[in-house]
């Protein structure tokens, strides 16, 4: 049995996210999780809300609430809607706890002890109306490297490069929109990611398995221009983790936070405690303490040895995920575990455009659960998943593949057969007859397709095995056809029962198989053939053979309703790319 810890990108809090977010990042580490805990193995699957820096300051204000009051309510949201989208995280943390708080605090004064923080004096842009430093996400203008107009001061969300609030051309302030902007000296704490070059090269280039997208990001922000720059990791706010050297006070300091690029990933490790901490993680052996039961997640010295730790996230977060928190970890000389793979995905755009949570753009969470159950968003999104470049929702598309692949195909075959039985044999697996060439062939055809979508599960490719499995139902619709055991019962009614009765029980396999795609459906289909876990098929023969002659069945509800062109072209309209 193999140990997986898996994170998903933690979200900002500021809003509720967009269906592009979903299946960048916490949509397919989900999938992942499901599946690895089908095939017996021990699962730790981490994500929290990102609760600190601007984002969340100016959505409070927006909001007219103390940015800890929206916090708290925004989490509460997230938290409701990710477990309506099926997320089976086993904790979704908080960066603002205090867990989060002590372990960055810890981790700056570990750096600090390292020789890889640097105290600077910088000059920062001050808006003179609002009184105050501007942070970067307080600054927006023109990105002098695309022209993208709206470009924020610490990236440009058009074409990923890293930008400082002073490079931005007509730069303006978020706050008040003021444009009487000048340069002031303040004080800062840098990252000396530059002295972890080396380090970082040689650790990137070691992952050999990473996706393309993932190392070509990092080895252009290692090399590009004048390669990888130190980092600052405080800001100007007020909301955010206080900084500390450790527990001690840090002279020169006061009033400032940690930037939240520098806290938001070493959340994953404090969420971990976190989920100790909520009571949800098993009672520590031998009467070992607490910690120990988190730690063996993400220290190798107390047995984070044998975990493969895998992060997905979309690819404009790459750069924080395979250079800054690598440094982070490295840098402190401390035996915490690093990531072996991050699978990082593309895109997807929302029908001619780009989703922004910022800017309202395109179907967002809570959205799309009013119109359809979690399933049908899951599965087009996850057969879609933008892996190797850029995918496209559109209302036509979604529609003619959730009636193709979920109503026609799976949908279809498991009403199909079993109404068929219950009106010649009754709700009981039929015991006559013998399984003849014809199903001999489709027993060895499915072992062949469950071996292969087991690999491309086990590659995390996404759709690929979305693929694999859609040929795997397809598979079962074939046989019904060919052999038509309406037609056969006719004249043959033991041959019939025989054909009827695999037919059945490739529903729990299809059942199984599905789960980590559409959990609910698979739920529902395991339940109307009365077996509560049918078990990874590694013996697809087996597998088929698990309802026995005699074993009693309902015939499940329509598990999914065909979309409408009434109902496509309704949304359409309704979503035309603005969140009311």
């Not at 470009?151 to 930008?163: E, M, S, V």
Request: proline share 5%.
């Amino acid at each position: 049995m193999t140990r997986h810890l898996i994170t998903s990108a933690i979200p900002y809090i500021n809003g509720i996210k967009h269906l592009g977010n979903l299946v960048g990042s916490q949509l397919p580490a989900d999938l992942y999780a499901r599946y690895q805990r089908q095939r017996g193995n021990e699962v730790l699957f981490l994500c929290a809300t990102d609760e600190h820096g601007t984002p969340a300051e100016l959505a409070a204000a927006k909001a007219g609430k103390p940015v800890e009051e929206y916090c708290a309510e925004m989490y509460a949201v997230q938290a409701d809607i990710a477990q309506r989208f099926g997320l089976s995280f086993d904790h979704f943390g908080r960066s603002s706890s205090e867990q989060n708080k002590r372990l960055t605090q810890h981790f700056a004064g570990a750096l600090a002890d390292e020789g890889l923080i640097e105290e600077v004096e910088q000059s920062q842009i001050y808006s003179k109306t609002d009184g105050r430093f501007l942070p970067d996400r307080y600054v927006e203008g023109t990105c002098p490297n695309c022209g993208f107009e709206d470009a924020r001061g610490d990236q440009c969300d058009n074409c990923t490069k890293q930008l400082d609030p002073e490079d931005l051309i007509n730069p303006r302030s978020t706050v008040s929109g003021a444009t009487d902007l000048e340069m002031r000296a303040t004080k800062h704490l840098m990252l000396r990611q530059s002295a972890m070059k080396d380090r970082l090269d040689d650790w990137i280039n070691s992952k050999i398995d990473w996706p393309v997208l993932t190392t070509s990001i990092a080895k252009k922000w290692l090399h590009d221009g004048d390669g990888l720059q130190d980092r600052g990791i405080t800001r100007d706010l007020s909301w955010g983790v206080p900084v500390k050297r450790g527990d001690k006070p840090w002279p020169g300091m006061e009033g400032k936070v940690f930037y939240v690029w520098f806290d938001a990933p070493i959340e994953y490790i404090a969420c971990a405690q976190e989920w100790v901490d909520a009571g949800k993680a098993p009672a520590p052996a031998g009467g070992a303490n607490e910690d120990s039961v988190w730690q063996r997640w993400w220290r190798t010295d107390k047995g984070a040895d044998d975990v493969r730790y895998t992060q997905f996230m979309g690819k404009d977060n790459v750069p924080f995920h395979t250079l800054s928190f690598p440094a982070t970890i490295m840098g402190s000389n401390e035996p915490w575990k690093l990531v072996d793979y991050i699978k990082s995905f593309n895109y997807l755009n929302y029908d001619g455009g780009q989703f922004s949570t910022s800017r309202g753009r395109g179907v967002f969470m809570d959205q799309a659960l009013e119109i359809l159950p979690a399933d049908y968003w899951r599965w087009w999104l996850l057969s879609h998943a933008p892996e190797t470049s850029d995918s496209e929702f559109t209302w036509d598309a979604f529609q003619v593949d959730v009636n193709k692949d979920l109503a026609d195909v799976l949908g279809n075959f498991v009403s199909r057969i079993t109404k068929f039985c219950r009106s010649k044999f009754g709700e009981a697996v039929p015991e006559a007859g013998e399984y003849g060439e014809a199903e001999q062939a489709l027993i060895a055809d499915l072992s062949e397709r469950v071996a292969r979508y087991g690999e491309q599960m086990d590659k995390m490719e996404v759709r690929k095995s979305a693929a694999e499995l859609r040929a795997i139902w397809a598979a079962g619709n074939e046989y019904l056809q060919a052999q038509a055991p309406w037609t056969t019962f006719k004249t043959d009614p033991d041959k019939a029962a025989a054909q009827v009765r695999l037919a059945l029980n490739l529903i729990p396999l299809y059942a199984t198989l599905a789960a980590p795609f559409i959990p609910d459906a698979a739920q529902k289909m395991l339940a109307g053939m009365k077996i509560a876990d049918a078990g990874w098929p590694d013996d697809v023969p087996a597998a088929v053979a698990k309802l026995s002659a005699g074993h009693a069945f309902e015939v499940p509800e329509v598990l999914f309703a065909k979309i409408t062109d009434e109902q496509r072209e309704e949304w359409a309209e309704r979503f035309a790319g603005k969140r009311d």
